[in-house]
T-cell receptor, first 111, second 116 residues
Framework: GQQLNQSPQSMFIQEGEDVSMNCTSSSIFNTWLWYKQDPGEGPVLLIALYKAGELTSNGRLTAQFGITRKDSFLNISASIPSDVGIYFCAGPRGGSEKLVFGKGTKLTVNP | GAVVSQHPSRVICKSGTSVKIECRSLDFQATTMFWYRQFPKQSLMLMATSNEGSKATYEQGVEKDKFLINHASLTLSTLTVTSAHPEDSSFYIC????????????FGDGTRLSIL
């Protein structure tokens, strides 16, 4: 089935640094979603991408839908302590609205 | 934006008990909702798709008689974990498609279920 390979698994950075994480698949996705999950809470949508090549920003976050439709990346600029959490990429399985999730990138920001 | 409310946020109960978790879409109708399970330090795994007015569809390996889903209205889906055992302890999260259907999915805050 469709799988999403998300990397890196974890990141430890200093406050103020930029962060980049990505998601790849052997299958084509028509939508890429990026979520953030804080401990004990549900995922919160950060950015949704619907078109190959699309580059979308949400504040300090920027995400791109790869031109091959098999990858996406998320960048966070000038990280702050509240950026700490687990970031997941997700995409709908072919022909359905069911989501498959990457394994997540755990971000730690040292003040 | 679309808000999904989940209740309760935490449940602790004895083995053998049945537990009901509610998922509500606030201010919008959700004909389709989804139930996920998340074990510690792992990703979200889809358990089932909840369809208003019809039977839920379950993912492979998920026991439909163990995890009962009812979607009786356009704003409420319930998941009942029947005769829960310690191995059912997990973080259960629901989601709904955006108003009008389609991505992205919006998630509830999750329910931490602990079976003693």
């Amino acid at each position: 089935g469709q799988q999403l390979n998300q990397s890196p698994q974890s990141m430890f950075i200093q406050e103020g640094e930029d962060v980049s994480m990505n998601c790849t698949s052997s299958s084509i996705f028509n939508t890429w979603l990026w979520y953030k999950q804080d401990p004990g809470e549900g995922p919160v949508l950060l950015i949704a991408l619907y078109k190959a090549g699309e580059l979308t920003s949400n504040g300090r976050l920027t995400a791109q839908f790869g031109i091959t439709r098999k990858d996406s990346f998320l960048n966070i600029s000038a990280s702050i302590p509240s950026d700490v959490g687990i970031y997941f990429c997700a995409g709908p399985r072919g022909g359905s609205e069911k989501l498959v999730f990457g394994k997540g990138t755990k971000l730690t920001v040292n003040p | 934006g679309a808000v999904v409310s989940q209740h309760p946020s935490r449940v602790i109960c004895k083995s053998g008990t049945s537990v009901k978790i509610e998922c509500r879409s606030l201010d919008f109708q959700a004909t389709t909702m989804f139930w996920y399970r998340q074990f510690p330090k792992q990703s979200l795994m889809l358990m089932a798709t909840s369809n208003e007015g019809s039977k839920a569809t379950y993912e492979q390996g998920v026991e439909k008689d163990k995890f009962l889903i009812n979607h009786a209205s356009l704003t409420l889906s319930t998941l009942t974990v029947t005769s829960a055992h310690p191995e059912d302890s997990s973080f259960y999260i629901c989601s709904a498609l955006s108003p009008g259907g389609g991505q992205p999915q919006h998630f509830g805050d999750g329910t931490r279920l602990s079976i003693l």
